[in-house]
């Protein structure tokens, strides 16, 4: 059996340890290269973006009927998280990583790398589920966000709820405005928010009505989501699980090692 050796796993998560988006066209490394079985499919979003996916399927006799959709943060490309996918599909997981538009070789797209997030990367997302749920009707659906990403989640999960089983957030951004402001604070520079992005918008709300079970990890020396932002979730998700580890932002897997895909796995099966 041929995986990706742990420390390459590492290598790549910490790569995506950034706080402005900088995306990454060119792939440090693709599937073929480290002997990934993987599929290459493009997705258009509704205002005609292409965006470029990796299907990894499983690679276990312990095949699972559950599709996990990896959103990345705001830095690199998909190849950051082939490690990570390699492993979810020897547990028996078929994986779809994807690049927003922007990134990798999905289709360009102008970006300010001080702008927290883009409106634009839910649809990117939305392509993708579309995608999935089309190609593998009868799966269960789980999103996967790192950092930026687990906004992109849950904005999509703002709209389309009913379309997804689960969700897995690394690193959450419990809401746009909190987390602009608190990273202004800390590296003494603007960080925008879309046009779009309406203040008035209640996440304690959004948070109470969640119906899907959410797993959260959670490094106690997290400056995005701090003890204070789990403090809220604890209190408003109904179906709630944390993983904490010591450690900093998307220092999960390099913290938790083997763990870290024992947790997802055990929180997807006995869900």
């Known amino acids: 059996m041929k995986k990706i050796t742990l420390h390459l796993c590492l290598f790549f998560v910490i790569l995506n340890a950034v706080f402005a988006i900088k995306p990454v066209k060119e792939y440090r490394i693709r599937p073929e290269a480290l002997e990934i079985i993987s599929n290459t499919h493009y997705c258009q979003t509704v205002d005609s973006f292409n965006i470029k996916v990796w299907h990894i399927p499983p690679v276990s006799n312990n095949i699972k009927n559950i599709s996990i959709i990896v959103s990345n943060g705001d830095g690199g490309n998909m190849a950051n998280w082939l490690g990570v996918g390699n492993l979810l599909a020897y547990s028996g997981f078929n994986v779809w990583l994807y690049d927003y538009r922007g990134f990798g070789e999905s289709s360009d797209f102008p970006i300010k790398q001080e702008m927290l997030y883009y409106e634009e990367f839910v649809k990117d997302l939305s392509a993708v589920v579309d995608f999935v749920k089309t190609s593998q009707p009868y799966h269960k659906v789980c999103l996967l966000g790192y950092s930026m990403g687990t906004l992109i989640c849950m904005k999509y999960l703002i709209g389309y709820p009913e379309n997804i089983d689960f969700c897995i957030a690394d690193g959450l951004i419990y809401s746009p405005e909190i987390i ?55 209190e408003e998700v109904k ?3 944390i993983i904490p580890y010591t450690g900093k932002h998307l220092m999960g897997f390099s913290v938790l090692r083997g763990d870290y895909i024992g947790n997802i796995e055990t929180f997807l099966i006995k869900e």
């Open 180 to 234: 602009a402001e608190r990273l202004s604070k800390i590296y003494e520079e603007d960080i925008l928010l879309p046009e779009s992005d309406s203040q008035y918008f209640d996440w304690k709300i959004f948070y109470n009505n969640l119906q899907i079970p959410i797993m959260l990890f959670h490094g106690t020396e997290d400056i995005v989501c701090t003890e204070e932002d789990v403090s809220k979730l604890k």
């Open 239 to 241: 179906n709630l699980t």
